[in-house]
């Protein structure tokens, strides 16, 4: 067990929890919205409880082959399950629905993931410019990513492709590989838009391209978003004066649109300082990662610097109408159980095992 005290990485707890306040505090202004707050300061509360657990677990025993194996096919059951036992909502099945609480297990999928790729990563570093090493993670990526598509979420699968991606990247990819890798990505996206991508899929894809085309259907809540950032200026217009998320114009405020309502309230001002808070995070994750004792905590580190970055630019991205709307949360910020659970489970684990270097390296001194 490590010494909670003096062994906290604050530097991770402290950006995350901002954070985490941020979205509490633009829930609490919702109009007649107050169970999002009261909620999501319980599932808040839980979730610090979690890192701090989390931070006096030794997780050096996920690097065994015999625990990550099971886990990673326990996952891949349970997403299975998903299409039996599954509970309905916005016409896809992303989540068990058990009593009172609902579980999207498309989250600890992702960490999951992440795990299984630095522990195959960082036994292969060496030769990892071959080719065959691309394909195995590869299937490990798309084993997850197809169920998690055929919910059908394909924001989800397009979190779980960019970590595979983004690992492949930082475990030495040789730029041949790479150019193979983007070619094989432009024929499956082809693929995919032909035979597989249902209409409301293309026409978020379609209003991209042309987000004014229809703002009362397929485009409304791109527009909608876009108003709200837009209509926040410099200094925003203040704590629960946000007119788009207060008059229900603006959608899914609390989850997909929590960006854009905090821009409203806060403006420019208070959406860089979140961005500061967010990408502070990211860099100290990395810091960590590049100090880590050994290469599978280095590359664990780094996948989950990749997952926080791609929801934190596609989310932001799609609320100020420059990416499609995916469906995509802030971490640590938009409401639900699910994610923040698991994001503070992964910056205990973080932490721990920065801790867990510290001894080590303090020991050999």
């Known amino acids: 067990m490590l010494d909670v005290r003096s062994k906290v990485d604050w530097w991770l707890f402290v950006p995350a929890f901002l954070i985490s306040l941020a979205g509490l505090v633009t829930m609490n202004s919702f109009s007649g919205a107050q169970h999002f707050f009261v909620r999501q300061a319980v599932w808040i509360l839980i979730a610090v409880i979690v890192f701090f657990v989390a931070h006096t677990v030794d997780w050096r025993f996920l690097r065994q082959t015999r625990v990550l194996v099971p886990l990673f096919?326990?996952?891949?059951?349970?997403?299975?399950?998903?299409?039996?036992?599954?509970?309905?909502?916005?016409g896809a099945k992303s989540w068990f629905s058990i009593g009172g609480f609902a579980l999207e297990p498309s989250d600890p999928a992702n960490i999951v993931l992440i795990l299984m790729l630095a522990k195959y990563f960082s036994r292969r570093h060496t030769d990892i410019a071959?080719?065959?090493?691309?394909?195995?993670?590869?299937?490990?990526?798309?084993?997850?990513?197809?169920?998690?598509?055929?919910?059908p979420d394909f924001g989800g699968a397009v979190i779980i492709f960019g970590i595979w991606l983004g690992m492949v990247l930082v475990s030495g990819i040789s730029k041949k590989h790479l150019l193979i890798v983007g070619t094989v990505t432009l024929v499956v996206v082809g693929g995919l838009w032909v035979g597989v991508f249902k209409p409301y899929q293309k026409a978020r894809i379609?209003?991209?391209?042309?987000?004014?085309s229809d703002i009362h259907g397929a485009g409304y809540n791109a527009y909608q978003s876009t108003i709200a950032v837009g209509s926040g200026q410099i200094l925003g217009k203040g704590i629960g004066e946000?007119?788009?998320?207060?008059?229900?114009?603006?959608?899914?405020?609390?989850?997909?649109f929590i960006f854009?309502?905090?821009?409203?309230?806060?403006?420019?001002v208070g959406t860089l300082l979140l961005l500061i808070l967010a990408f502070a995070?990211?860099?100290?994750?990395?810091?960590?990662?590049?100090?880590?004792?050994?290469?599978?905590?280095?590359?664990f580190g780094l996948g989950l610097a990749i997952l926080f970055t791609i929801h934190i630019l596609?989310?932001?991205?799609?609320?100020?109408?420059?990416?499609?709307?995916?469906?995509?949360?802030?971490p640590f910020m938009s409401y639900g159980?699910?994610?923040?659970?698991?994001?503070w489970l992964a910056l205990g684990m973080l932490s721990s095992m920065k801790g867990q270097g510290l001894s080590i390296r303090t020991s050999q001194m």
């Open 130 to 151: 071959n080719v065959r090493h691309i394909i195995v993670s590869g299937v490990y990526a798309l084993l997850v990513a197809a169920l998690v598509f055929l919910q």
């Open 281 to 299: 995070l990211v860099y100290r994750i990395v810091e960590n990662s590049e100090r880590a004792s050994t290469n599978f905590e280095s590359l």
């Open 337 to 343: 159980g699910s994610h923040l659970l698991t994001e």
């Open 73 to 90: 096919a326990g996952m891949l059951a349970l997403l299975f399950l998903l299409f039996v036992l599954g509970h309905i909502s916005n």
């Open 242 to 256: 946000g007119s788009q998320s207060k008059l229900l114009f603006l959608p899914e405020y609390q989850t997909d």
């Open 314 to 330: 596609i989310h932001a991205g799609m609320n100020m109408g420059l990416l499609p709307v995916t469906g995509i949360v802030f």
């Open 206 to 212: 379609l209003t991209f391209i042309h987000p004014l």
């Open 260 to 268: 854009a309502a905090f821009a409203e309230e806060w403006g420019f």
